[in-house]
């Protein structure tokens, strides 16, 4: 893991140095093609991981299923993530709540990239236009802006597996990311499972009976929730009332 832990040390140094988002993603990105280039350091974070199965454990459950956590730094001005993606594994198209750069570790990774055509003011309404496409190998690098700047999917397009390293910045925006189908028009908040067992049970609670289920969205809002949940309160409670 030294490779990583140097790596790591450039990054934070670099991105202390630096104010540009541009500059941060220029530089970080040598510093991914660099580190991505060898797989050598990931299977020595991996062989710890699978012969201390408390450190799977200690991974805390995300939005998608195949992301691992490798490294926070401590003043919050980055995450290393790794994604382990299985043979013809595809994700749905997304937004991000920071600026992220996407470095391939282990074999391909293809990615399309999507513009917002529309403002994004019609709640749940979006209409898009792929721009750009790629297959990237090791050591090759991509990357995305925060919110609707950065709209992608990407894919494992070969039958073996494959690892990207996903580097993140300072975020925007927490406790959700959004998932976009240009086919139906249409664009919907994704959470980590803890938040997505809540709003399932707010929604259930005003299908089965809404005018009890009114009290209890008021009684919920009168204790501490996270900006993203008291959103969907406050809007199941004006669903109620429409
Ligand atoms: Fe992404």
């Known amino acids: 893991m030294e490779r990583f832990e140097t790596f790591c040390g450039k990054l934070e140094a670099m991105l202390a140095g630096e104010d540009g988002i541009m500059r941060k993603i220029e530089n970080g990105r040598e510093l991914v093609a660099e580190l991505t280039s060898r797989p050598e350091w990931f299977f020595d974070y991996l062989r710890k991981m699978v012969l201390d199965p408390a450190a799977i454990e200690r991974q805390k459950p995300g939005i998608w299923p195949n992301e ?29 709540g920071s600026w992220g750069i996407i470095g391939t570790l282990v074999a391909k990774l293809g990615e399309r990239k999507y513009e917002r055509l529309d403002d994004g003011r019609r709640e749940g309404y979006c209409k898009l236009r792929e721009t750009a496409s790629g297959v990237f190998g090791p050591g090759e690098t991509t990357f995305v802006l925060p919110l609707d700047k950065g709209l992608h999917a990407m894919d494992n397009p070969t039958d073996g597996i494959a690892v990207s390293i996903n580097v993140y910045g300072k ?34 609670l005003a299908a089965i009976d809404p005018d009890r289920a009114e009290g209890v969205f008021r009684e919920a809002l009168t204790s501490s929730r996270p900006p993203q949940l008291r959103r969907e309160y406050e809007e199941a409670l004006r669903r109620l009332r429409g």
């Open 68 to 96: 691992f956590t490798i490294h926070r730094a401590p003043d919050r001005s980055f995450v290393v993530l790794a994604y382990i993606w299985d043979a013809g594994l595809a994700d749905t198209i997304h937004d991000h």
């Open 171 to 204: 975020t925007v925006r927490q406790g959700f990311i959004q998932f976009f189908d240009p086919a139906k028009n249409t664009v919907t908040r994704a959470y980590p499972p803890r938040t997505l067992k809540e709003v399932l049970a707010v929604k259930t």
